[in-house]
């Protein structure tokens, strides 16, 4: 969803901390993104009915007077994908009698891995100002695969890698373009949350045993493994319906608002995470807030706008995930280091801000490591751990 900021550090870096050659390879890499979440793929005609050239949102502001409403987003193309048929296996396994509610619970979560066509729509849906004008709405598109990284009865770990490949205007395909995409954690009946609060700040709220009884956590974080909101909810399974859906939760704005927008500083709302027999569906419904720099609501407008999310995971079949594979197997190691250093640093701090001014964001700084990586003979552990630390020292408050 959206990018915090980093890259590594050792000898054969520049003097701002990045090396040429990896400033060149994560400007590409975050062109692709750019483009791969606002990509419009072809579709097998085998798979489904072809799309139509023009988009257009019906759910929209028929009587805006000076917008004709067109989404805002990419041209870049895709090669054509196929969906994938008939139920999935995790969605089979989903059905079957006799689970408890816990085990049921975490097969949806598994259900959520896998290879996807991925589209994200947003629409704001009301305004609460006088002068309100409702911006154009967003789409985009890409592919990813949804990595198992954990799998335990009360905790699953899911990691998103984008792999995109692009068709060019004489037909021809270029790619793969491989980036690190976002993170989610469940854990069951968690106890403490990493909230929120604002200002790239984050804090530990503890939640009694009784809230928590029955509930997973959903912890997303950002490309680098910082993280972006942590959320407490329930798993509902009526008949072939399974969805959960969070309580109330302040994010920090999305990368698709973040290089555009100014006027607010906080997402509050809702996720649902529905599963499909063919993948699954994330909804969101955010309030646009604007705070003091205190992190309070101001008090005349605190809300903007209200947006209306639609994200969807189809499953598909015979695409070449094998750049991420491959990605994924070699900078394994470095991430599950990183993420360990994120759980240290939030579990033994009760409030974590991180900097955002900085000329060289993290995200840089992490993904140049991760690159170093990629063309090394072998990882070397003790060294990556010393150049996290300073990372973080440098970063983390």
């Keep these: ?35 791969a979440c606002a990509a419009q793929a072809d579709i097998d005609e085998s798979a489904e009915p ?66 996807y066509r991925t589209s994200f729509d947003f629409l704001e849906t009301i305004g609460f100002t006088t002068d309100y004008e ?48 976002w993170r989610q954690d469940w854990q069951y ?32 974080y950002q490309v680098d493994d910082s993280p972006r909101y942590q959320a407490l909810g329930e798993w509902v399974h009526r008949g072939n319906v399974s969805y959960w859906e969070s309580d109330n939760t302040w994010r920090p704005l999305p990368r698709r608002e973040y290089s555009i927008r100014s006027d607010y500083h906080v997402l509050s709302g809702t996720n649902r995470h529905t599963i499909t027999p063919n993948g699954w569906i994330h909804e969101e419904d955010n309030l646009k807030a604007v705070l003091n720099a205190d992190g309070t609501l101001r008090a005349e407008t605190p809300y903007l706008a209200r ?45 974590v801000t991180l900097r955002r001014d900085a000329d060289t964001p993290m995200l840089m700084k992490m993904f140049g490591y991760a690159g170093e990586i990629e063309s090394a003979d072998a990882y070397d552990r003790a060294d990556a751990q010393k150049a996290i630390s300073a990372i973080f020292d440098e970063y983390v408050n």
């Design 1 to 35: 969803e959206s990018f915090g900021e980093d890259q590594p550090l050792n000898a054969n870096l520049s003097q701002d901390g990045v090396s040429e050659m990896w400033k060149l390879r994560l400007a590409t890499a975050l062109a692709v993104v750019s483009a």
């Design 50 to 115: 072809a799309a139509p050239e023009a988009r257009q949102f019906t759910f929209s502001w028929q009587f805006a007077p000076n917008s004709d409403m067109a989404p805002r987003g990419g041209t870049s193309r895709g090669p054509s994908v196929t969906l994938a048929k008939g139920p999935s296996e995790a969605w089979q396994r989903l059905q079957e009698p006799g689970l408890s509610k816990q085990e049921r619970d975490r097969r949806a979560i598994v259900a959520m891995a896998g290879g």
């Design 134 to 181: 409702p911006p154009k709405p967003y789409q985009s598109w890409g592919t990813e695969y949804v990595y198992v990284v954990e799998d335990q009865p009360d905790f699953v770990s899911l990691q998103h890698v984008i792999v995109m490949f692009f068709k060019g205007e004489d037909g021809s395909i270029q790619g793969p373009a491989v980036v690190k995409h």
């Design 189 to 220: 009946e968690d106890r403490e949350l990493n909230v929120y609060v604002g200002h790239s700040t984050w804090e530990r709220k503890k939640v009694s045993r009784r809230e928590a009884k029955g509930t997973w956590s959903q912890s997303v």
């Design 307 to 351: 947006e209306a999310g639609l994200n969807r995971y189809d499953l598909i079949a015979d695409f070449d995930f094998s750049g991420g594979d491959d990605y994924w197997e070699t900078t394994a190691g470095f991430w599950a280091d990183v993420r360990q250093a994120w759980t240290d640093r939030l579990a033994n701090d009760d409030s």
